[in-house]
């Protein structure tokens, strides 16, 4: 009697399982035919298309992408003057609360030559809300950068770099295309050049985006040593959005 009554069990735990097995094979198989490199992007191009005429062509070059993430009140004159020095335009993901406080650091991340993308309005995890907050969060911001600067941003990047189907559907009809990444220095745990360094030099890569936030006090100091490095090993700096070109990005969908 007892076998007969563990049995209903026991095929009810397997079934749970099976079905939890299933969901994470499909999200996972999701998330993998939804992320693209910039590589991939890149020969997905028309044949002989050609980038814009004064930028560099990555198929050619070994291109690498710095990308800064925070509010507009982080970038520090001594970072903005490094980037120009070593001719490294990158891309800032701004968050939109305090862009208006600082529209002078807005306006010159973009006369510079650098690329502003949309960070949300107040660092909301976006897989923790609903549809019509990860709107707001992005439209809210992307009007923001807009009045300072004159255009909306075509590229976001989510929160702690979590997203889902729900995020790629309203990223996709904002006509914004989501940017993870590949290398992290994990400033947010140290202060320590050296270690931040070490591990931005060490994950760098042909084609690669690092992310680092100015906000940590370690990357301003750690950047001299990062930008002379990477220039000696042949890298040239690239926003994000020249590191696919002659391709596009594409809306709602996720680039790594």
């Not at 035919?33 to 997905?44: A, G, I, K, Q, V």
């Not at 520090?76 to 968050?95: G, H, N, Q, V, W």
């Amino acid at each position: 009697m007892k076998i007969l009554k563990r049995r209903p069990r026991l095929l009810i735990l397997l079934t749970v399982v099976a079905a939890v097995t299933v969901t994470v094979v499909m999200v996972i198989q999701a998330n993998k035919m939804e992320t693209l490199s910039p590589r991939e992007e890149r020969d997905r191009a028309a044949s002989g298309a050609g980038v814009p005429s004064g930028q560099v062509d990555c198929r050619k070059v070994k291109c690498i992408a710095l990308t800064f993430d925070g509010n507009p009140g982080e970038p520090t004159d001594r970072l903005m003057d490094l980037l120009k020095e070593y001719k490294a335009p990158s891309t800032f993901f701004l968050e939109g609360r305090r862009i208006h406080k600082f529209p002078d650091v807005v306006r010159r991340i973009a006369e510079e030559g650098h690329e502003i993308g949309d960070h949300t309005w107040t660092h909301a995890v976006l897989t923790d809300v609903s549809d019509a907050q990860i709107r707001d969060e992005l439209r809210r911001t992307a009007r923001a950068i807009a009045s300072i600067t004159g255009s909306e941003p075509t590229l976001m990047r989510p929160p702690q770099g979590r997203t889902d189907d729900r995020v790629s559907k309203v990223s996709k009809e904002l006509r914004m295309a989501q940017v993870l990444w590949t290398v992290t220095a994990k400033d947010y745990e140290t202060d320590d050049t050296a270690l931040i360094t070490e591990r931005v030099l060490t994950g760098a890569d042909r084609d690669g985006i690092i992310l680092l936030h100015p906000l940590h006090k370690g990357i301003v100091s750690a950047m001299p040593s990062i930008l002379k490095a990477l220039s000696k090993q042949g890298y040239t700096f690239v926003t994000v959005s020249q590191l696919l070109a002659p391709a596009e990005a594409e809306p709602g969908k996720i680039y790594k």
